[in-house]
């Protein structure tokens, strides 16, 4: 079997701009939990894949990841095992139902909850690794602006920032917006409107915090940060069916609402960044042999994790919820 060892240097690692080439890795963020976040990427990719673009999801909430979940996959390798060693990247890479490959990771990693140089390093080994290979990369990042989400949003190339009409999400929207312009220096960023009450509210939620954007944020080098809506998902009771069947709304309820939605957002990202192409990927790539973090003394990572056929089908998958504020903010 043949491997591949990537190496990276030190300033190569991927960054918000400079990008000579088209956009493929997009980070899928929210400001808050419980707003939908992995089931649009999951469905999202779905709709990618159904337009012929090979598609890669990785889950990149390390400690409360859900992404097996929303999909019934329990994979033999993850993410974790690919970082310190114990499995090849084809041995974690899974195909889900709806054509796509995902990338899970083991949850309650306590250690990967920290920014340390090791999981920097580790993270920015991966997405050099894998973006060559896919058309699209999907990152769904962890709720908030803990360091580690911020810095799993910075390798990418644009980021998706995903809201519900509700005043606590659209605050905490704003925040993730404010934070990713003045921090990272973007100057655009993409919002999906989920859960919206009727069709058309997406777009007056989009145009209100744009207004909000633009009163209150003007970035350090001047100007301001443009939203570019992709969409909206109306409420639909389709949604809550197939997350209790551990299915995509995609494939087990291709003619509702929230489907049609969800395909309508695929088609106007990709006419916004066409798929860039992609290069076959070795078998047996190796993304690092870096030590792993240091385990955090109260984990017990010996203890077994519940599979997905293990858990109530009324399980909430939510993330958790992170709230910024800033003291010059609106309310």
Same mark, same amino acid.
């Given at each position: 079997?043949?491997?591949?060892?990537?190496?990276?240097?030190?300033?190569?690692?991927?960054?918000?701009?400079?990008? &000579?080439?088209?956009?493929?890795?997009?980070?899928?963020?929210?400001?808050?939990?419980?707003?939908?976040?992995?089931?649009?990427?999951?469905?999202?990719?779905?709709?990618?894949?159904?337009?012929?673009?090979?598609?890669?999801?990785?889950?990149?909430?390390?400690?409360?990841?859900?992404?097996?979940?929303?999909?019934?996959?329990?994979?033999?390798? %993850?993410?974790?095992?690919?970082?310190?060693?114990?499995?090849?990247?084809?041995?974690?890479?899974?195909?889900?139902?709806?054509?796509?490959?995902?990338?899970?990771?083991?949850?309650?990693?306590?250690?990967?909850?920290?920014?340390?140089?090791?999981?920097?390093?580790?993270?920015?080994?991966?997405?050099?690794?894998?973006?060559?290979?896919?058309?699209?990369?999907?990152?769904?990042?962890?709720?908030?602006?803990?360091?580690?989400?911020?810095? &799993?949003?910075?390798?990418?190339?644009?980021?998706?920032?995903?809201?519900? =009409?509700?005043?606590?999400?659209?605050?905490?929207?704003?925040?993730?917006?404010?934070?990713?312009?003045?921090?990272?220096?973007?100057?655009?960023?993409?919002?999906?409107?989920?859960?919206?009450?009727?069709?058309?509210?997406?777009?007056?939620?989009?145009?209100?915090?744009?207004?909000?954007?633009?009163?209150?944020?003007?970035?350090?080098?001047?100007? %301001?940060?443009?939203?570019?809506?992709?969409?909206?998902?109306?409420?639909?009771?389709?949604?809550?069916?197939?997350?209790?069947?551990?299915?995509?709304?995609?494939?087990?309820?291709?003619?509702?609402?929230?489907?049609?939605?969800?395909?309508?957002?695929?088609?106007?990202?990709?006419?916004?960044?066409?798929?860039?192409?992609?290069? =076959?990927?070795?078998?047996?790539?190796?993304?690092?042999?870096?030590?792993?973090?240091?385990?955090?003394? %109260?984990?017990?990572?010996?203890?077994?994790?519940?599979?997905?056929?293990?858990?109530?089908?009324?399980?909430?998958?939510?993330?958790?919820?992170?709230?910024?504020?800033?003291?010059?903010? =609106?309310?």
């Amino acid at each position: 079997m043949s491997t591949t060892t990537l190496t990276t240097s030190p300033g190569s690692e991927p960054t918000a701009t400079g990008r &000579a080439e088209r956009p493929r890795v997009f980070a899928i963020t929210s400001g808050k939990g419980g707003v939908g976040k992995t089931m649009l990427a999951a469905n999202l990719a779905a709709a990618l894949a159904r337009r012929g673009e090979r598609v890669l999801v990785i889950d990149a909430d390390l400690g409360l990841a859900n992404l097996d979940v929303v999909l019934n996959l329990q994979p033999r390798r %993850t993410l974790h095992d690919v970082f310190t060693g114990q499995g090849t990247l084809d041995q974690a890479l899974l195909t889900a139902p709806g054509d796509f490959q995902v990338l899970l990771a083991g949850s309650g990693l306590i250690e990967y909850s920290r920014l340390t140089p090791t999981v920097r390093e580790q993270f920015a080994r991966l997405i050099d690794t894998v973006r060559p290979h896919y058309d699209r990369v999907l990152i769904d990042t962890g709720a908030g602006i803990s360091d580690v989400v911020l810095y &799993a949003i910075s390798m990418a190339d644009e980021a998706i920032v995903i809201a519900t =009409p509700e005043p606590t999400a659209l605050a905490d929207a704003y925040a993730t917006v404010k934070v990713l312009g003045m921090q990272q220096g973007r100057t655009s960023m993409m919002l999906v409107v989920n859960q919206t009450h009727r069709h058309g509210e997406g777009r007056h939620v989009a145009a209100q915090l744009q207004s909000v954007i633009d009163r209150f944020i003007t970035l350090p080098e001047g100007g %301001t940060i443009r939203l570019n809506p992709l969409g909206e998902v109306v409420s639909d009771t389709s949604v809550r069916q197939a997350v209790q069947r551990r299915q995509l709304v995609m494939l087990a309820y291709p003619g509702s609402d929230a489907a049609q939605g969800m395909s309508a957002i695929a088609m106007r990202l990709a006419t916004l960044h066409p798929p860039a192409g992609r290069l =076959p990927m070795p078998a047996g790539t190796l993304v690092t042999l870096l030590p792993a973090p240091e385990p955090v003394a %109260t984990q017990d990572a010996s203890a077994p994790e519940p599979s997905p056929a293990d858990l109530p089908a009324e399980t909430h998958l939510a993330g958790a919820t992170a709230t910024a504020t800033a003291t010059d903010d =609106p309310h």
